[in-house]
């Protein structure tokens, strides 16, 4: 299979985190590799902050989508109501999604965050593929904007103020400086803090997308150590270090 037609089979969010999409790394992986290999590709246990995410880039990508998500009106999850629609599901409470809302409201009002996301030559949710360190690398972008020559990569926040702190701790270095190889174009970062609606957008500096190719560079050593050199035991797996 060449490479278009990889890519176009990653569009489909089913290929893209199910079996098939498993075979490329992702900035998804990084954490694992670079942290702890015992948990590398181990699905992560879905969690509200996952679906509030999921639901803000929706809302402003693909409203037409929307009916996807379980909406539940209660105050909390721990309600009778809400467990008995929700299951083992994890379901929107409504005050959050009307927060959603208003998080999309904010961010659109803005002329250029309008422009740069639903004006000119866009593509949302678009997928690639790059080799880097000598593997192949996925990613799904949030909006290419051709005619501006941008990636947007739209976040969430708790705190807008250590956004520049927590672009690390989250890894969006790595993936600035993945996406950036992938498409040949330069990532902004359209932030909304969801306590105070307080808008960001933030570009990467040469120093930031070092520092994502760096962990690039670390989390491709370690798949090698573990997965490809290693021979899989990870009973014998520890940390050593010097305090």
Known sequence: MDNNSIIEKLRDDEHYYGEFGKQFLSNSDIKALIDNPLNFKKPSPPNPAFAVGSYFHTCILEPDKLEKFKIVKSKTRNTKEYKEIAGEDICLLQHEVDQIELMREKVLEVDLFKDLILDGAVEYEKPGLVELEGMQ???KADILNHSSQLIIDLKTTNNINTFANSAHKFNYDSQAYIYSKMF??????????KKTHQLGLFDCSDKFLQSGQNKVALAVQAYNDFFVNGDGDFSQYYISKTL
Do not use: E
């Not at 040949?184 to 803090?193: H, K, R």
């Open 137 to 139: 690398w996925k990613g």
């Open 184 to 193: 040949n174009m330069d990532l902004i970062f359209i932030v909304v803090d």
